[in-house]
């Protein structure tokens, strides 16, 4: 047993040094700004442009077909009072080429309790660290080989946590969609038809917010937890 006790604890640690850099290098990288987004993606910035002159094109064509239709060249079809499209129409057409700066200015405000989040004190972690300290454990309580009872729990352990971080990377990919896509829900803001679209987006942008911050609160309670079991191993 003593070739596959070796084994076992050789793909162990390997195991918790790659949970190591994962963590380091997506905790890094995560958060609500949209530079780890570009870097990844950098045809989405090229692209905006194309997004905001659409944008005003839609917003321009419902201004036209909604006059059209108050003048009742289409009769018995209702339409727009002119004066509150016209307003709305200017309104919106400002939106939109400003809309980089407002969806900056809510990533800012939902990126403040993020860095909170990760600045925050938390006991010294070092996934490397798990593995020895699980064996401790399971040899104080078994009696014969207990290598590849540590290796499950320890995949266990990984699998779950890795899950955690792809979910993390998820909503970070939908934040930075919705946010470079922003110009095409605006549009859809200056019609009372559509407004509705321009409504269900901003419930959207701040949910995914909302969850980006529930997602590092996550991995950093569970980082903590790890951190306080490496301490205190043997206190349950």
């Known amino acids: 047993m003593g070739i596959l006790d070796g084994i076992v604890e050789w793909v162990s640690e390997q195991v918790m040094n790659a949970l190591d850099l994962i963590t380091t290098s997506v905790l890094g990288t995560l958060g609500c700004d949209m530079n780890t987004f570009l870097r990844f993606f950098p045809a989405a910035e090229t692209m905006y442009s194309i997004f905001v002159a659409t944008a005003v094109?839609?917003?321009?064509?419902?201004?036209?077909w909604q006059l059209f239709k108050n003048f009742g060249l289409i009769a018995g079809v209702e339409a727009e009072d002119p004066v509150k499209l016209s307003i709305r129409s200017v309104l919106f057409i400002g939106l939109i080429y400003f809309c980089d700066e407002i969806t900056d200015l809510v990533l800012s405000i939902g990126g403040t309790p993020y860095d909170w989040i990760l600045?925050?004190?938390?006991?010294?972690?070092?996934?490397?660290?798990?593995?020895?300290?699980?064996?401790?454990?399971?040899?104080?309580?078994?009696?014969?080989?207990?290598?590849?009872?540590?290796?499950?729990?320890?995949?266990?352990?990984?699998?779950?946590?890795?899950?955690?971080?792809?979910?993390?990377?998820?909503?970070?990919?939908?934040?930075?969609?919705?946010?470079?896509?922003?110009?095409?829900?605006?549009?859809?803001?200056?019609?009372?038809?559509?407004?509705?679209?321009?409504?269900?987006?901003?419930?959207?942008?701040?949910?995914?917010?909302?969850?980006?911050?529930?997602?590092?609160?996550?991995?950093?309670?569970?980082?903590?937890?790890?951190?306080?079991?490496?301490?205190n191993p043997l206190f349950l």
Do not use: H
């Not at 094109?57 to 036209?64: C, F, K, Q, S």
């Not at 300290?133 to 540590?150: D, R």
């Not at 939908?174 to 095409?184: D, F, M, S």
């Open 119 to 231: 600045t925050s004190e938390l006991p010294a972690l070092n996934f490397a660290d798990f593995n020895a300290v699980l064996i401790t454990i399971l040899t104080v309580i078994s009696n014969g080989s207990i290598g590849i009872i540590a290796l499950i729990l320890l995949l266990i352990l990984a699998w779950n946590y890795i899950k955690l971080l792809f979910e993390a990377a998820e909503r970070y990919v939908l934040l930075g969609v919705i946010i470079y896509t922003a110009p095409i829900a605006f549009a859809c803001g200056a019609s009372k038809s559509t407004s509705n679209i321009f409504s269900s987006w901003c419930r959207m942008l701040a949910g995914q917010v909302f969850l980006l911050i529930m997602n590092a609160w996550c991995l950093k309670l569970f980082t903590s937890m790890v951190g306080s079991f490496l301490s």
């Open 57 to 64: 094109g839609l917003v321009l064509l419902n201004w036209i």
